[in-house]
């Protein structure tokens, strides 16, 4: 997945020339109907949270209203990307937008619990290399099946990679970014 968004932005840098081109990167993204925190929310209600790995992990977020209202700021008042001629990392045009707030993986089943009136979740850490296990079998059975998993080798990868922060500074500085919606309020709006 990130490999795809990666060459998605140097085939936009390909095209900068002839039309203007801004990119937003967003952490992870969240909202009513999001299917990827559903496994969370149901995990926290049974009182548990289970991370692979280290709950020291800290992780970013955004709310799909902001993520929503940034794409118009930036299409507005962001700078363009530089076309093919400029360096491949070169950041100009490119934006990361998250919110202020960040929060490790044992913070978020606490809350996913706490808006789900749970106010109590045991936290599970398990091994990183049963959650690799786990990884490869989810693999197996989606290609037996010929139905995705959510839990897959790919996921593990990520889940154990350590922490996935950014910064908003640059958006912020240039066109003023920030998020309206903060942690708690937006898991709210999503179990809702």
């Keep these: 997945y ?3 968004k990666l060459r998605a932005e140097h085939y936009l840098r390909s095209l900068a020339g002839r039309m203007p081109i801004t990119v937003l990167r967003p952490p992870s993204v969240f909202g009513p109907g999001d299917p990827n925190l559903l496994n969370l929310f149901k995990i926290a209600r049974w009182g548990v949270n289970v991370i692979p790995g280290s709950a020291d992990q800290q992780l970013d977020f955004l709310y799909v209203d902001d993520l929503a209202e940034a794409l118009t ?3 507005e008042h962001g700078e363009r990307l530089l076309d093919h001629g ?3 990392d070169h950041p100009k045009g490119i934006y990361f937008v998250a919110m202020e707030e960040r929060q490790s993986l ?3 089943g606490n809350l996913a619990g706490t808006v789900q009136d749970r106010p109590r979740v045991r936290l599970l850490v398990i091994p990183a290399w ?6 490869r ?3 197996f059975l989606a290609r ?9 080798s790919d996921k593990m990868r990520e889940a154990l990679a350590g922490s996935w922060i950014c910064s908003s500074a640059t958006a912020q500085r240039q066109w003023g970014f920030t998020c309206r919606t ?5 898991f709210q709006k999503t179990v809702q």
């Excluded at 049963?130 to 990884?135: C, D, E, N, R, S």
């Excluded at 037996?144 to 897959?152: D, G, Q, S």
């Excluded at 903060?182 to 937006?186: C, E, I, S």
């Design 73 to 75: 700021q930036a299409a």
């Design 2 to 4: 990130g490999r795809s």
């Design 144 to 152: 037996i099946t010929m139905h995705p998993l959510f839990l897959t």
């Design 130 to 135: 049963v959650g690799k296990v786990m990884g």
């Design 182 to 186: 903060g942690l708690a309020v937006g």
């Design 86 to 88: 400029a360096p491949r």
């Design 106 to 108: 044992a913070g978020l």
């Design 137 to 139: 079998t989810n693999d």
